[in-house]
């Protein structure tokens, strides 16, 4: 009876083992296959991942400009864009969104998916200024609400001075401003910009004593610096090079860092032995936070080939610009640097926009 019981138990042992076994090949199989599918999910995934972008950009791409048609600006999203256009075979559109120092088209820009399709061409100086002087005021921000795509180029202002002034060069321009400390005043295109805190630089390294007169844009500053109502005026290039040739006003100096290609015989305000005078203004296409860093990979690499095109770095350079591919990790760094700056600047001034 004994012996008899050990061979069934034995016997239910050997069965039971061989179920597990079998159960455990069944469960192993179905975690192979489960493992399985996953990868292929993946692979199918990357796939189908690298062909959409292989195709990006399958439709037009925006360029949201926040200046006039006609201006510098304007030319720089034109000039650059139709030549993106060409090499990423697709068209680009240019959208101009004036008004506000630069915010409603930085507000329009905001709102847009984050899809690599359109593009916002930010003046980092005028919109970085803006922001200090009205902090509450803006429902978008440059720095929180975008990612650069790629600086373009720098734009930098000339210092300018009526002919009817005997002052020819920029020693000459300090002896005269402090013989008569508070008598002269430097004209601007208005409150909170590039001119007028270019003119506010000016007093901090020289020691100059001037006052600041604001007008409502550049046409009616500029007029009022030909009739001799102010002093001296910062402004573009290819604004004042029309009065510069018909001898209304005289270059005494630019703001650059390096000479223009426009003005290769005109010095800038360092050369003329004026140490600290820092007034950058940078041009560089953001797109909205969170875009498919593939798709800023894509737009980014073609645009340092645009700017590498010698006819693309003529026209650019007629226009009083210094053109240069930045990548987006050093126009991100640039971009904060500058708002750190001109709010620093915008303070020390005491500017407001209320």
């Known amino acids: 009876m004994k012996q008899a019981l050990h061979q069934f138990i034995g016997l239910s042992e050997l069965i039971t083992s061989n179920v597990l076994r079998m159960r455990i090949r069944i469960f192993d199989r179905h975690a192979w296959l489960c493992r399985a599918r996953h990868c292929l999910v993946a692979v199918f995934s ?6 959409s972008w292989a195709e990006f950009p399958d439709r037009p791409i925006v360029i949201i400009v926040p200046y006039p048609v006609g201006g510098a600006t304007d030319t720089l999203s034109r000039v650059v864009g139709a030549k993106l256009g060409e090499l990423l075979k697709t068209s ?3 959208d101009n969104r004036a008004g506000g120092s630069g915010m409603i088209g930085l507000n329009a820009a905001a709102r847009l998916p984050a899809d690599g399709y359109t593009m916002f061409l930010g003046a980092v100086s005028d919109i970085a200024i803006f922001a200090a002087a009205s902090p509450n005021t803006q429902p978008a921000n440059l720095e929180r609400d975008f990612t650069a795509v790629a600086g373009l180029a720098s734009a930098p202002h000339i210092l300018v001075v009526p002919t009817s002034v005997s002052v020819y060069d920029m020693e000459q321009l300090i002896v005269l401003l402090k013989k008569s400390p508070g008598a002269h005043n430097f004209a601007s295109i208005g409150v909170a910009t590039l001119s007028q805190l270019e003119g506010n630089i000016l007093m901090q390294t020289t020691g100059v004593d001037i006052v600041h007169v604001p007008y409502r844009g550049g046409a009616q500053a500029l007029q009022e610096l030909i009739v001799g109502n102010t002093s001296l005026m910062f402004l573009s290039g290819p604004n004042a090079m029309p009065h510069v040739r018909s001898g209304r006003v005289r ?9 223009l290609p426009l003005l290769p015989n005109v010095p800038t305000i360092a050369e003329t032995g004026i140490k600290g005078f820092n007034a950058p203004n940078r041009f560089g296409f953001y797109a909205v936070k969170d875009t498919p860093p593939k798709a800023i990979q ?12 010698p006819e693309v770095r003529s026209r650019l350079e007629q226009q009083g610009m210094l053109p240069k591919y930045t990548t987006p990790a050093e126009f991100n ?8 700056y001109f709010s620093d600047l915008v303070k020390r001034s005491k500017i407001r926009l209320e």
């Open 46 to 51: 990357l796939m189908a991942c690298t062909g």
């Open 92 to 94: 680009v559109v240019i």
């Open 251 to 259: 270059i005494l100096a630019t703001a650059a860092e390096q000479r």
């Open 298 to 309: 894509v737009l980014s690499l073609a645009l340092a080939q645009v700017l590498d095109d």
């Open 333 to 340: 760094r640039q971009t904060t640097q500058d708002f750190q």
